[in-house]
């Protein structure tokens, strides 16, 4: 996909200098990727957060299942 994007010459120098990136093109890349991903591991975290994990054993009943 082609897109026309207007954006500071300083953040794109920045984003190079700081991703390693050899061109315009695999920074946004970079950048993007690395948002996706940040923002996926928040939603997982907040719906973690709303419904917290419930253990119905503790360690003794676990110890006793699994010396069966």
């Given at each position: 996909?082609?897109?026309?994007?207007?954006?500071?010459?300083?953040?794109?120098?920045?984003?190079?200098?700081?991703?390693?990136?050899?061109?315009?093109?695999?920074?946004?890349?970079?950048?993007?990727?690395?948002?996706?991903?940040?923002?996926?591991?928040?939603?997982?975290?907040?719906?973690?957060?709303?419904e917290p994990l419930e253990f119905t054993y503790?360690?003794?009943?676990?110890?006793?299942?699994?010396?069966?």
């Amino acid at each position: 996909m082609k897109v026309t994007a207007l954006i500071e010459d300083e953040l794109i120098q920045e984003v190079m200098a700081l991703s390693g990136a050899k061109n315009i093109t695999e920074a946004l890349k970079i950048a993007l990727k690395d948002y996706r991903s940040r923002k996926t591991m928040r939603n997982y975290s907040n719906s973690i957060a709303a419904e917290p994990l419930e253990f119905t054993y503790g360690a003794q009943q676990i110890r006793d299942l699994n010396q069966k």
